[in-house]
Structures are given as structure tokens and as C-alpha cells.
């Protein structure tokens, strides 16, 4: 059957998905996905230690692939794949997850038309949940799909998120501000913290006088030092858009401290301060600062003196409502609540007490709820 459009399509359903990667972080969250949604289908999975009958049997059986591989390697290990198709079977769907579209794309097109191909890029690290529901999904398209248009719109129905569709090239102009660009000003930060803050008593001095715009920077600067180095890395040297990025990146910062140095007020405030607003656009800017409140009072909530930790059995309709009643049966005011997903997927709400957990009131909710059967975790010395 011929069709047209990029979401065109017969109804095919694979026999097999294939996982490339099937050991590495989102590997496994992939992994998970396609065996929970799509339970009569078998998944198989290949990683780098794996032999060529592994990837040949993989190319064979699997109607579905996702390439789930380094930044530096995927288009290599796509080429790697294409040369053990066997161009009688029937035209498979291959995916990609990398951070970089336009060289996998590349390689896509020169296995066309042996496959149909899609880009993907999740927004965010393997979530603890079971779709990506409050992330974004970049969909960059490689072609049409005549035979997997309707399987592929059912699977970003179930893989959820806020989706965008790009172009590669437009894909990769954009990450070279939202991810390089962001990270480079955080690693920048990371080098200058490491060369005065051991001189100031140590980060935690810092933060014991900050405000907020320090605490989310500290959040977001320990995350990313806390991760994979070789991610970061491949973010900033595989992209050939990234150079021109932090040129001007650089460039601002030297324009700043001259600023500064001359003691120019007039010049910093027009050039840091009027220009962008103008450029980036107030109603943006008002969002974005309403937002950054919003997590500021989170911040503040979850530094409150007596925080609980509550991890529940079950997330089902009434949990809440059970917790909130035992706490309200005994007297006891909540000051904040929040739930979050653990990062095994479990839900946790974390809490604000009016008193310390080891209160004897508090305690006897603690066992109440043991005892029903509502939750798993009780613990005032997590946040």
C-alpha cells in the first residue's frame, strides 16, 4: 500500500523492538517502556560488549530499532547496523535518542529507503516515571513513513511529553544555546567556584547565606558535576555550532568586567539589561520570572524545620486524602506538601510539619499509616 505524509501508514505492529545501548541509562528506561506498553512484543537488547551475532540477530528479528549509544559513536554504529540489513525483509523503523541530529540523520539517509527513520531527543535524563508526561520530546523527521506512520503515532501517544518537531540542522542550532550554551555558563561558574570558594570556608559557608538565584545556580551546578563528564563533553565538542556559541558567550563576559572595571553603569545598564529585554520579549520574561518564584517558594518550603518524607504503597486515587485525614484527625498542620517520583518511580510526598517528627502525635500517624497499609517510607532526615 502507498500512502504520503510523514504520519501516513498501513497498520503494521513489530514482532520484536530492538534496543542499541540496551545497558546504558536511557537503555534501560527504553527498555522498561517498550516491555510495560507494549507487552506482547519481545524486546531485544545489544550493548557495545555484545558480539556480531548479538547485532546480526538484532537486525534480523527486530521490525522497531532505537539507537540508544554515545553522542560520538551513533552514526558510526547506525552505519554498523545498515551494512547487516538484508534488503528482502520488509522495511524496518529506526530510531535515534542522541543529544546530535544532523549526523544521524546523515546516516539514516544513507540507509534509505532499507528503513524509515526518526529523531528523537528527550529533553531531560531517563525519568522516574513510566512515559516522559511533563518533559519535552524533539521529533526531528528523516523521510516519510509509509509503513510505520500509524505504529509510530501510537508510540509517541504512549511515550507522552510535550513534543516539538524540527529539522535536524534547526535541532542542532538550538542545543548549541539550550544545552551547550547553558552548560558552559555552569562549568565556567564550577572553575571559578573551585579557585575561591576554598578560600571563603568551603561551599557551605556560601549557602548558608544565600539567596535564591545561588541556591538554584548551586542546584544546577552540582547536577551537572555530579554527572556524566563524557556527556557534557560530547555536548560541547561534537556540535559545530557550539564554537561561535561560547565565542559570544566569552565575549559578553569581557564586555561585562570591562564594564565594570570603567565603572559604566549607563553602558552595563543598556547593554545587559535594556537590549535583552527588548530582544527576548516581556510577556516571556514575566512567565519566566513567575516561574522562577514558584521555585524559589519550593526551595524555601523544602528548608522548612521540620520535614517528613513519606513514601506510599500505592499511587492510586485517596492516597492523598488518606495522609492529609491522619494528619488532620490528630490535630497536626502540614506547612507544605510536595510529591515527587523517587527516582525508582515510587512516590514520596515530602512535608512541612508545625512540629518535629519525633512529636508523639506525629508518631502515632506514622504507625496509623503503617498499619493500613498506606505506605512504605517514613522519614524526617530525608529532603
Known sequence: MSASGADAGVSVTPTAIGVVGAAG???RWLTRFFASEYPEVEVVGVDAGDDDAAKKVLVSRCDVV??????????????????????????????????????????????????????????????????????VLVVCDNGPRERWGAWFKGFLSKVGGRQVKLEASQHDKLMSLVQAGCHAGWLAQAKLW??????????????????????????????ILCGNP?????????????????????????????????GDREGLVKTFFQVPREA????QLQEGNADFERLS??????????PLVITVVEDAPGTLTNVLTAFA???????SIQSVRARDGSLRFHI???????????QDVGRELHEKGLIELWDSSLR
Open 352 to 362: 512541612c510539619l508545625d512540629r518535629p517528627a519525633s512529636n508523639v502525635e506525629v
Open 280 to 283: 527576548l520579549g516581556d510577556k
Open 194 to 223: 573551585s579557585h575561591i570558594v576554598p578560600n571563603l570556608g568551603g561551599l557551605g559557608q556560601l549557602l548558608a547565606v544565600r539567596t535564591p538565584s545561588f541556591a538554584l545556580l548551586e542546584k544546577a551546578l552540582s547536577r
Open 329 to 335: 484527625t490528630k490535630g497536626i498542620n502540614l506547612q
Open 230 to 262: 563524557e556527556l557534557y563533553a560530547s555536548i560541547q565538542l561534537e556540535n559545530p555550532e557550539v564554537p561561535e556559541t561560547l565565542r559570544m558567550l566569552a565575549a559578553g563576559m569581557t564586555e561585562l568586567a570591562d564594564l565594570v572595571a570603567a
Open 25 to 27: 541509562l536511557f537503555g
Open 66 to 135: 532505537v539507537f540508544s549509544v554515545p553522542i560520538s559513536v551513533t552514526p558510526a554504529v547506525i552505519r554498523e547496523y545498515a551494512a547487516l540489513l538484508d534488503p528482502q525483509r520488509q522495511v524496518p523503523l529506526w530510531m535515534d535518542v542522541t543529544s546530535l541530529k544532523a549526523p544521524a540523520a546523515a546516516a539514516f539517509k544513507e540507509t534509505q529507503p532499507k528503513i524509515e527513520a526518526v529523531g528523537l531527543h528527550p529533553m531531560c535524563a531517563p525519568p522516574p516515571t513510566p512515559s516522559l508526561s511533563g518533559r
Open 297 to 306: 517558594n519550593l526551595l524555601a518550603d523544602l528548608d522548612q524545620p521540620h
